[in-house]
């Protein structure tokens, strides 16, 4: 099949992509029972049945890189791409990663360590939490380097180059951890910080993770003029699923790779060749929910686009209710956050409801206000 059989060369697939707005509502939904399992279980525990899948499977190659993925595809999509304009949208995502790690980290063991005086649990460790690097940290960057990169008219395809010669250059930078904790944090933010404890110093460095940003752009610019999306994904998404179906669950009984550990740095931290199974990964799940999409019905399809446009509310609702209840409440009163995988599930299914339901909550107050405004 010619090129020209599958893309325009004009825009012709500019509106909602359902098969987008599905996957990210599933894993959204489930962000919350993804970061209980984190929060709450132990080492022994993450190492096989629903702590491991919802920590290394879903929370690995399932949820983050569909994010970063969708960002860069965003990117191609949105109206608002000039180069201020993005730099503005990083800034202000960084802005709200800060102030989520004030109010998930900072504010919280400030309470708990009021309460119990715990230096060890609340205190030791809290400049990494609140400085340190995550997906928001990360999207700030990738966005103000996009911003950068468009500035100089650097075309999508060379912009996915330079991005590769990133992710490669960053290979042998991972692991670094020096003795000067402030030139962690912030070298955290671009390569992978590591102390060989079980604390990550960083997640989503941009130097790796801006691979699956730019990919995600690039295939943003191509799915715009993509004219069959049936023939594409029949043609790429099993090939992806079967990449996909072999290579996790190797990696995992040879005890290897990201999905050789227990989440942590062996995913945030993952080398070229397995950035290139994380995008196979996302291919497999589109073709899988363009499929999906066929078959639901419009009112589900409608509550997976309002489920899915609230993603960075609901990030920031999730990870807020998940640290107080966990790290908090539960662990003052039982002296422990660690709970037993059921009831694990449990809380964190009932705070990624409260989570989706907080974010339409917050996102159709904000509209009402704005509207006011106007009048």
């Not at 599933?26 to 049945?49: K, M, N, P, R």
């Not at 340190?132 to 180059?161: E, R």
Request: some cysteine; hydrophobic content about 50%.
């Amino acid at each position: 099949m010619k090129m020209k059989d599958l893309f325009s060369d004009v825009p012709c697939n500019t509106g909602r992509q359902n098969e987008l707005d599905l996957s990210k509502a599933v894993v959204i939904f489930f962000l919350a029972t993804i970061h209980a399992y984190v929060e709450c279980s132990t080492d022994d525990q993450l190492w096989s049945g629903l702590p491991y899948f919802f920590d290394s499977v879903l929370g690995g190659p399932l949820a983050a890189p569909m994010f970063i993925f969708s960002m860069g595809i965003g990117l191609a999509y949105t109206k608002k791409n000039s180069a201020d304009e993005i730099m503005r949208r990083g800034l202000h995502i960084g802005i709200a990663g800060f102030l989520l790690n004030i109010c998930r980290f900072l504010i919280p063991s400030l309470v708990g360590y009021a309460i119990t005086h715990d230096y060890n649990r609340y205190i030791e460790k809290l400049y990494y939490l609140v400085f340190g690097n995550d997906i928001l940290q990360f999207a700030a960057l990738a966005m103000i380097l996009m911003s950068v990169l468009i500035k100089f008219n650097i075309t999508p395809w060379k912009i996915w180059s330079i991005a590769l010669l990133m992710n490669i250059a960053a290979m042998p930078l991972n692991e670094i951890y020096t003795d000067i904790t402030p030139l962690n944090i912030f070298l955290g933010h671009f390569i992978g910080i590591d102390n060989q404890e079980e604390t990550v110093m960083s997640d989503f460095p941009l130097l790796i993770w801006f691979l699956m940003y730019a990919t995600g752009y690039v295939w943003g610019v191509y799915l715009k003029r993509l004219k069959n999306k049936d023939k594409f994904y029949l043609m790429i998404s099993p090939v992806c699923a079967v990449v996909t179906a072999v290579v996790l669950p190797l990696e995992y009984i040879l005890k290897f790779g990201m999905m050789g550990g227990p989440g942590a740095n062996v995913f945030y931290h993952c080398n070229t060749w397995e950035m290139f199974v994380c995008i196979a990964v996302q291919f497999a799940m589109l073709g899988f929910y363009h499929l999906l999409s066929k078959y639901i019905p419009d009112k589900m399809q409608e509550i997976a686009f309002s489920v899915s446009r609230n993603v960075t509310i609901v990030y920031c609702i999730q990870w807020t209710l998940v640290w107080w209840a966990a790290d908090v409440f539960i662990y003052i009163m039982t002296g422990s956050q660690y709970m037993e995988s059921w009831k694990t599930l449990l809380l964190g299914l009932i705070l990624s409801f409260a989570s989706v339901v907080f974010a339409e909550i917050w996102r159709k107050f904000k509209k009402g206000l704005s509207e006011r405004r106007q009048v």
